[in-house]
Nanobody, 123 residues
Framework: QVQLVESGGGLVQAGDSLRLSCAAS????????MGWFRQAPGKERNVVAL????????YYADSVKGRFTISRDNANDTVYLQMNSLKPEDTAVYYC????????????????WGQGTQVTVSS
């Protein structure tokens, strides 16, 4: 079992930055690839960024490429999402998720989820 707790969301203006954190506890964090997903009201939960369990590879959705950065600290069992140049369309609940081994683009394959943190970007 892995417990994930997100933090760092909030209300910001367009162009501002936020850093989300996801603290993991339980099983060996370093053996899990991690992902950030987001879900806006009435929409599906979509991938934002992924990081391989090794930390060597990352993936970004086209909509956030160049603005968001995912990173992990295996010594402290934490994954981060640095979000710069935020836009109103980034407004959503952001979820941290863990999957054993290699990552997946599909939320349905992830084994563990956090409770989500709200990010609201005003124009």
């Amino acid at each position: 079992q892995v417990q994930l707790v997100e933090s760092g969301g909030g209300l910001v203006q367009a162009g501002d930055s936020l850093r989300l954190s996801c603290a993991a506890s339980g099983r060996t964090f370093s053996s899990f690839s991690m992902g950030w997903f987001r879900q806006a009201p009435g929409k599906e939960r979509n991938v934002v960024a992924l990081i391989h369990w090794s930390g060597r590879d990352t993936y970004y959705a086209d909509s956030v490429k160049g603005r968001f950065t995912i990173s992990r600290d295996n010594a402290n069992d934490t994954v981060y999402l640095q979000m710069n140049s935020l836009k109103p369309e980034d407004t959503a609940v952001y979820y941290c998720a863990a999957i054993r081994g290699d990552w997946s683009m599909s939320a349905s394959y992830y084994d563990y989820w956090g409770q989500g943190t709200q990010v609201t970007v005003s124009s």
